[in-house]
């Protein structure tokens, strides 16, 4: 197994390499102006204390993965450190997209061009003090779509798509419409590519049933961290 996900790493890795420093560069550049000027959205209301660091309120509201990432990267809100993190976690996410949807030749550079350099991703990097997390959130949401396809993995993919549900539900709840969106276009392709039916039907039932235990396990650890 860690062989052939060492193998498939390699092939993904010659397949997007270029494509990734390219539109990071490409997006750097164009967020250059936001990033030195350090542009902020308070309307967040999750930092109020003068050091700005997550605690209780993250708790409270259902993201407790934010403090965790908080104290990863030891409360400091770094720029251009923040924002080059943000947008190359997101820019991993687009690829992730484009594998997905075997986008090839100049379609997956302005693909990825389009995606990355829109008010979504201005917006992510606005909330300054959590944009790494948020970023990692879209990318955890993605990363659960992605896995499902990845059959080569076995069972393997199904604990991985769960872990990644669970994560970005931890970091802002809305993330799952990601992941549940990509869902839903991979069920289409599967249409049309004449998929037979109970294979439909499998796949359906394996994203509700993944969908739900994961709501159910954020919802579990989330009640932890308030009792404790």
Not at 24 to 44: E, G, H, K, M, P
Not at 69 to 98: F, N
Not at 179 to 185: D, G, K, N, P, Q
Request: aromatic letters at 14%; one cysteine or more.
């Amino acid at each position: 197994m860690l062989y052939i996900l060492t193998e498939q790493f390699n092939i993904k890795f010659k397949t997007y390499w270029k494509l990734f420093l390219s539109i990071y560069a490409f997006s750097v550049v164009f967020y250059v102006l936001f990033i030195t000027q350090l542009l902020t959205n308070t309307a967040d209301g999750l930092w109020h204390n003068s050091y700005y660091t997550a605690g209780w309120l993250e708790f409270s509201t259902g993201r407790w993965v934010l403090p965790y990432m908080d104290r990863l990267h030891l409360g400091m809100q770094v720029e251009p450190v923040i924002s080059c993190l943000t947008i190359g976690l997101i820019l991993l996410a687009v690829i992730l997209i484009i594998d997905l949807l075997k986008l090839r030749g100049p379609l997956a550079y302005i693909m990825a061009a389009y995606i990355m350099n829109n008010t979504i991703v201005t917006c992510i990097l606005s909330y300054r003090f959590t944009a790494i997390s948020y970023g990692l959130g879209v990318l955890l949401g993605v990363a659960a779509a992605w896995f499902l396809m990845q059959d080569y993995m076995g069972r393997l993919r199904y604990l991985l798509s769960l872990i990644c549900l669970i994560g970005c539900l931890g970091i802002y709840q809305a993330n799952i419409a990601v992941a549940a969106v990509l869902m839903v276009f991979i069920f289409i392709r599967k249409i049309l590519d004449d998929w037979d039916r109970k294979e439909l039907i499998s796949f359906v039932l394996s994203c509700m049933v993944l969908m739900i235990l994961a709501c159910i396990l954020y919802r579990v650890v989330a009640l932890l961290h308030m009792w404790v």
